[in-house]
């Protein structure tokens, strides 16, 4: 399996399924990282969604970029927001950092808007609540990424918030745990996601079965910050 590959289709199958646009972003230092993310609630693969907020017509604060430290032994690759160890190929760990815009869209299918137009309704344009991620969602976009017999399954699905040290605003977030079967070495995946009024946030860590970047990682997220 090529992994530059496979991180880099990955990034893109989750912008497709947050349906907007790639932005890249920089990676920079982020202050009081320790205490930003709170979890909220927690579901395993498979059971109910999880949705940051309950309420149908939540207000997310507005955030103009954000920040993640990358560790010191991973370099920019070729695409744009993406960090590859510096043994690469002894060592395939990946790093992906997206800011994806959010743009308004029509929430109805092509069949739905036919219908709507013999009726004579008219067709209105409305926000999709992209707090209700779900792990079944994610684990389907990503899947369509793989070639056979490559299979990826979400093992954790978080809820999570993100506090903005600058005023206290609370973004709402996900965080997902995943493992790639059916290659030589088993891969394991941990996405961050966290969503503002216009712009969502995402993380990327990737790494082989044998690749010891755990404890890196998990200094590097807990620098991601919001501004």
Not at 91 to 115: G, H, K, M, P, Y
């Amino acid at each position: 399996m090529n992994l530059r590959r496979r991180f880099k289709t990955a990034g893109a199958a989750l912008a497709a399924l947050l349906v907007c646009a790639l932005l890249h972003s920089d990676a920079v230092r982020a202050e009081n990282a320790e205490t930003i993310f709170e979890e909220t609630d927690e579901v395993v693969y498979s059971e109910a969604a999880i949705s940051a907020s309950r309420s149908e017509s939540i207000k997310l604060p507005v955030a103009d970029s954000f920040a993640v430290t990358i560790p010191a032994d991973f370099v920019p690759d070729s695409v744009p927001g993406r960090f590859i160890c510096r043994r690469y190929p002894l060592d395939s760990a990946n790093i992906a950092v997206q800011t994806i815009l959010l743009e308004d869209e029509t929430a109805f299918t092509n069949a739905e808007r036919r219908a709507m137009e013999e009726r004579g309704e008219a067709q209105t344009r409305v926000r999709r609540e992209y707090t209700n991620l779900t792990a079944d969602m994610l684990e389907a976009a990503l899947n369509e990424t793989l070639e056979d017999p490559l299979q990826l399954k979400v093992t954790k699905f978080v809820s999570m918030t993100l506090k903005r040290d600058s005023d206290g605003a609370v973004f709402p977030g996900f965080r997902a745990n995943a493992e790639i079967t059916g290659a030589p070495k088993p891969v394991t995946e941990e996405i961050y996601i966290v969503i503002s009024d216009t712009r969502i946030f995402t993380v990327t860590y990737a790494r082989a079965s044998d690749d010891e970047f755990e404890e890196q990682f998990r200094k590097s997220a807990a620098t991601i910050a919001v501004y």
